[in-house]
């Protein structure tokens, strides 16, 4: 079914037309309903430059309420109208043109609000929304452009992440491996670590005989000082004690040189197999226990390990910073 249009000018005349026979009729004995002004028939029409609109309440108990109402409907109206948004129907002024009052019989009202308004005001309201909305849709636009520029920028930094990940796993798996060849390795450490300890223990037994033979030393050097007859089955007796301490004195260099080379193997291999970042429990595997500890005041954590010539510096977070000293370390 096709829809008729009709110029305004056509609708003016129309709703004058109408308008005639309306009061023509107006005396006539009818119903309330038909006594009604033609314009509470209508919800909005335009005559001339206005455009008029009817606001309606029904069975109200306050005039004044119902007026009000009315009033509210007619901006609705207005707003249907034009299409516009209530915000929009706020800012235009609606003239009150006419009000039609019934009283039904229950005392309640029913109340018509005929309001117009400038047809270049709702014009000017109609153009203000259309490049309102225009604005928007160029913003929304730009929104859209961003979001989707954002959208590339989040797929980029997805891509990165993916490729660091595949990165990390692989250095996991390398440091892995390495963990798996200093497990191997940890045995024999310990044990010459155990065979180490031993030969401190052995030094340490050289010395005391050593300082309890110098006391015999000079305790015979006392005795041939104050026994001229006793010279020289003394001295023959120092010749013994001297050759008994020169014999000690090799062994203590045999056992200084074993304990050098130890020192200078750890430090070498604390130079080679410790690396930032691993745990001391790691570093113990490796090279065994340290040979000098050196606590911080801080975090009661061990700063510094010393493995021969080299040392081991922890960070606050308890793990290995750097390794100090290998650079007088030889191959």
Partial sequence: MK?????PFRQAVSV??????????SFNLEPASAARPFWTKSSSYIEGEFVYLVGTVSNMASLAEAKQQALVHGKLELMNFAKISEIDAEKLVLETRHSYVETNPDGSVNVFQLLRIPASTVLEAQTRLQAKRKAQAVELEASRKQLSNIHKVLLTRQQTIDEQTASLDTLIDHITKKQQGYAQKTQEIDQRQAEISQLELTIEEKFASIDDQMKQVSHLL??????GEAQTIKLNSLKDEEAKLQEN????????QAVLTRLKKTGTMACQYISPGMAPADVKKVLGNPSGEKHS???????????????????????VESVAGCQNQTP
């Fill in 16 to 25: 004058g037309v109408v308008a005639t026979m309306l009061s023509l009729s």
């Fill in 297 to 319: 005041y801080a975090n009661e954590r061990y700063d510094t390990w010393a493995y021969g010539t080299s040392k081991v510096n922890f960070d606050a977070q308890g793990v």
């Fill in 249 to 256: 004195e090799e062994e203590i260099q045999r056992i200084q």
């Fill in 222 to 227: 006392q005795q041939y000082k104050t026994k």
């Fill in 3 to 7: 829809t008729r249009h009709t110029s």
